[in-house]
C-alpha cells in the first residue's frame, strides 16, 4: 500500500457517514448515489430539486478541495479515455443490475444492517479486486 493517509481517510469516511445521516434524518432519503441521480429522470417534478443540489454539491466539493489543495488527486495518464468510459458503463449497468451502488449498499445498506446491502457489497467489492488483479497482474494494460 503506498501512499496511506489514515486521518484523511478516517475524516473522510466520518463525512461521507455524516452526509449520509443527516441526508437520512432530515430528507428521509437513502444517499446512494445512483439512485440519487436516476431520480432526477424519473421521479415526480418536486422531488428533483434537492437530488441536483445534492449532486452539485459532490462535484463542487471535488473542485474545491483541488483548487484549495493541488495535487491531492493523483494524475493517471495511462488510463485512456475509452478505457475511463467503459468503465463509467459498466459500473451503471452494474448498480441497476444490484439496484444500488456503493454509497447506497457499502455505507447506507450495511450501516442499517441490510443482508441484501452485504451481499451485494461483498459482490462489487469482489469483482472490483478480481478486475485490479487481472488488468494489473494478468493483460498488464494499465
Known amino acids: 500500500m503506498e501512499n496511506f493517509t489514515p486521518v484523511p481517510a478516517l475524516a473522510g469516511g466520518v463525512l461521507i457517514g455524516l452526509a449520509a445521516t443527516l441526508l437520512l434524518l432530515f430528507n428521509g432519503r437513502i444517499a446512494g448515489i445512483s439512485g ?24 463542487l466539493a471535488g473542485f474545491t478541495w483541488q483548487s484549495l489543495w ?8 495511462r488510463f ?3 478505457l475511463l468510459l467503459t468503465g463509467a458503463f459498466m459500473v451503471g449497468f452494474g448498480t441497476r443490475m444490484g439496484g444500488g451502488c456503493t ?18 457489497t461483498l459482490v462489487f467489492m469482489g469483482a472490483g479486486v478480481m478486475t485490479v488483479y487481472i488488468t494489473r497482474h494478468i493483460f498488464e494494460v494499465i
Not at 36 to 55: A, E, K, P, V
Not at 109 to 120: C, E, F, W
Open 70 to 77: 493541488p495535487g491531492t488527486f493523483a494524475d493517471r495518464p
Open 80 to 82: 485512456p479515455l475509452p
Open 103 to 120: 454509497s447506497g449498499h457499502g455505507v447506507c445498506g450495511i450501516g442499517r444492517l441490510s443482508r441484501r446491502s452485504l451481499v451485494a
Open 36 to 59: 440519487i441521480l436516476s431520480g432526477i429522470f424519473t421521479r415526480i417534478q418536486g422531488d428533483r430539486l434537492w437530488r441536483i443540489l445534492f449532486l452539485l454539491g459532490m462535484v
